[in-house]
């Protein structure tokens, strides 16, 4: 069992930053492949970017290469996810979600915290 904690959430104009933090505790963090999803207004949820066990490999979605970087520190149990260059259509829920697998398949995700909220306004 993993539990998840995100936070590092909130409101900034565009073209501004913000990191996400997301901390695990339970079984050891490094057998986890974890991940970003988001979920904005009425739409689903979707992935955001994923980082491998040792956090040598690396996945993002098209609308946020080159401004999103996913990274972790196994030492600290701990996963960000630095967002630079936000737009206002990156508004949305933010949520870490672990799995034991190398997949961007949200249903293949076990473990899921309660999201952060992240606004950028024009």
């Known amino acids: 069992q993993v539990q998840l904690v995100e936070s590092g959430g909130g409101l900034v104009q565009a073209g501004g930053s913000l990191r996400l933090s997301c901390a695990a505790s339970?079984?050891?963090?490094?057998?986890?492949?974890m991940a970003w999803f988001r979920q904005a207004p009425g739409e689903e949820r979707a992935f955001v970017a994923s980082?491998?066990?040792?956090?040598?490999?690396?996945a993002y979605a098209n609308s946020v290469k080159g401004r999103f970087t996913i990274s972790r520190d196994n030492a600290k149990n701990t996963v960000y996810l630095q967002m630079n260059s936000l737009k206002p259509e990156d508004t949305a829920v933010y949520y870490c979600?672990?799995?034991?697998?190398?997949?961007?398949?949200?249903?293949?995700?076990?473990?899921w915290g309660q999201g952060t909220q992240v606004t950028v306004s024009s």
């Open positions: 339970g079984r050891t963090f490094s057998s986890y492949v």
């Open positions: 979600a672990a799995t034991t697998t190398w997949t961007i398949v949200q249903a293949m995700y076990n473990y």
């Open positions: 980082i491998g066990w040792s956090g040598g490999s690396t």
